[in-house]
C-alpha cells in the first residue's frame, strides 16, 4: 500500500479541486449536475446561465426542473477517451477497489470521482481510501488497510 501521508495529501488535493468548481466546471466535468430547488433562487435564471455558459463553449445542453430538482445535462454522445477513462474505472472499482474493501469488512461507497482518481469511504465506519486509476493503480487508505470495526470481513 501506499504511503499514508501521500495518501491523505492526494485525497486533500482531490477535494480541494472539486469544491473549487461551480456549478457550470461540475456540468463539464461530470456530464450532468442536480440540485435542490431550494439551493437556486430562481430555476429559470440559473437553466439560462447554463444554456449561455454552454452556448459560448459551443455544446450542447438540456435543463429542466423535475421533481423538486433542476438539473442541467450535456446532450450528445460521450467522447472516446472519456469512455475509455469510465470503463477504465469501472473495472478498477469493481475488479480491485470493491473486493478488497469488503474483504475488511468495509461497504465502500464512491464520494467523489474526478477523472480517474476517486475517493472512497465505508458507509459504516466513515474509512477513507483513495485509488488512481491511470497511476498503476495506486490504492491506499485505511478503507483498504484496516479492518471495519462495524462490519464484518467477507468469508472467503
Request: proline fraction near 6%; include cysteine; glycine fraction near 8%.
Amino acid at each position: 500500500m501506499e504511503d499514508p501521508v501521500d495518501v491523505n495529501r492526494r485525497i486533500e488535493q482531490l477535494v480541494a479541486r472539486v469544491r473549487r468548481r461551480d456549478v457550470y466546471g461540475r456540468l463539464l466535468a461530470a456530464g450532468e449536475v442536480i440540485l435542490p430547488l431550494e439551493k437556486v433562487p430562481d430555476p429559470d435564471v440559473w437553466r439560462a446561465e447554463i444554456r449561455r455558459q454552454a452556448r459560448a463553449d459551443r455544446l450542447k445542453v438540456r435543463t429542466g426542473v423535475t421533481a423538486g430538482k433542476v438539473w442541467a445535462m450535456l446532450a450528445g454522445d460521450i467522447p472516446e477517451a472519456q469512455q475509455e477513462e469510465n470503463l477504465r474505472y469501472f473495472h478498477l472499482f469493481h475488479s480491485d477497489l470493491k473486493p478488497q474493501a469488503e474483504a475488511h469488512g468495509h461497504q465502500v461507497r464512491v464520494v467523489i470521482r474526478d477523472g480517474k482518481e476517486a475517493l472512497l469511504i465505508c458507509r459504516a465506519c466513515g474509512a477513507r481510501g483513495y485509488a488512481d486509476a491511470a497511476a498503476g493503480p495506486l490504492i491506499g487508505g485505511p478503507l483498504f488497510e484496516d479492518e471495519c470495526p462495524e462490519g464484518d470481513p467477507l468469508d472467503d
